[in-house]
């Protein structure tokens, strides 16, 4: 998981394992996933930058809530992004701030393989173990 994830094969979606020594670094690394999902990130220039805010319920429903935003992100404004930053992940007040950067997709340079519908609740699951944060994300395609 040289990544900070791996995808797995799920009925009519796509899941993917994500790991990160922080939360923060899990929030960041599922991003990563999202995107690489959508298309080639090696392609995408961090050109702009967009700050980001969000609240949740519980853990997996920030998580879910932090993805959502991002995957907003790309559709309504029509950006692509290829590295983010997470600063803070407040697990007491269940709020997340980051920073992506990106840029607006370009048909010419950014080959798009999925189209992401949503980031799911089905199976989710995020669990702290000995050395490492790890969740289990379906995304529906």
């Known amino acids: 998981m040289a990544r900070g994830y791996e995808f797995f094969e799920h009925t009519a979606d796509v899941g993917a394992v994500v790991r990160g020594a922080t939360l923060a670094r899990l929030f960041e690394n599922a991003a990563r996933a999202l995107f690489d999902l959508i298309g080639d990130s090696r392609t995408v220039r961090p050109r702009r ?4 805010a969000v609240e949740g319920a519980g853990l997996e429903d920030l998580l879910v809530r932090w ?4 995957l907003y992100r790309h559709e309504v404004d029509r950006l692509i992004f290829s590295a983010f930053e997470v600063e803070r992940v407040d697990r007491s007040r269940l709020r ?5 950067w990106g840029e607006p997709i370009d048909r010419r340079r950014h080959l798009l393989r999925h189209e992401v519908k949503a980031v799911t609740y089905h199976q989710l699951k995020i669990v702290r173990g000995r050395s490492a944060w790890r969740a289990r994300i379906v995304f529906d395609i």
């Open 96 to 100: 997340a701030r980051g920073v992506a």
């Open 49 to 52: 930058r967009v700050r980001l």
């Open 67 to 70: 993805l959502s935003e991002l």
